[in-house]
T-cell receptor
């Protein structure tokens, strides 16, 4: 398996623009997680899905952020409008359905977002 | 919510040295994992270890769930071990990450 695939690897955009990050989980994994990493706040869980259904979005910073998982092999994280403070590395991760957190978590390579 | 503390925050070693990284957590968990973030930013799963001891080459990990801590041992360190080591703990379906231990190994 190719692992968790994220795109794009880098994204540079101007404040106010819409940004869409994409993720393809490992085939057969039923849990998908979106994390954000910054120097100040470390790795933060934004939202996670089980069988394509959002389970916990309490980590989503505000209404400008939204995430979808239309099918088992694809998820998006959208920021609209983007702000400079959204600059971070965004990671997608997936795991088997044995309680979600109770199985090894596998990360994609991340998307480095810069908002100017 | 659950608190995860890692120590030491920074560690500098010479190649060949051994080290122990610690992860303390504030509440009972049913899942604990160790990750290595390499200098290129990739997060690699090292161990899924909610309890007991596991070994993988020069790395081993021990979790004592009743005492709420886990240890990661690195023996005969190599420059490729450099990076940040994260402990992550799970209560429900989600993992909460500690702040990490930054390891630098010099030749």
């Amino acid at each position: 398996d190719a692992g968790v695939i994220q795109s794009p690897r880098h994204e540079v955009t101007e404040m106010g623009q819409e940004v869409t990050l994409r993720c393809k989980p490992i085939s057969g994994h039923d849990y998908l997680f979106w994390y954000r990493q910054t120097m100040m706040r470390g790795l933060e869980l934004l939202i996670y899905f089980n069988n394509n259904v959002p389970i916990d979005d309490s980590g989503m910073p505000e209404d400008r952020f939204s995430a979808k998982m239309p099918n088992a092999s694809f998820s998006t994280l959208k920021i609209q409008p983007s702000e400079p403070r959204d600059s971070a590395v965004y990671f997608c991760a997936s795991a088997y359905a044995t309680g979600g957190g109770n199985s090894p978590l596998h990360f994609g390579n991340g998307t480095r977002l810069t908002v100017t | 919510g659950i608190q995860v503390e890692q120590s030491p925050p920074d560690l500098i070693l010479q190649e060949g040295a051994n080290s122990t990284l610690r992860c303390n957590f504030s509440d009972s968990v049913n899942n604990l994992q160790w990750f290595h973030q390499n200098p290129w930013g990739q997060l690699i799963n090292l161990f899924y270890i909610p309890s007991g001891t596991k070994q993988n080459g020069r790395l081993s990990a021990t979790t004592v769930a009743t005492e709420r801590y886990s240890l990661l041992y690195i023996s005969s360190s190599q420059t490729t071990d450099s990076g940040v080591y994260f402990c992550a703990v799970g209560v429900t379906d989600k993992l909460i990450f500690g702040t990490g231990t930054r390891l630098q190994v010099f030749p």
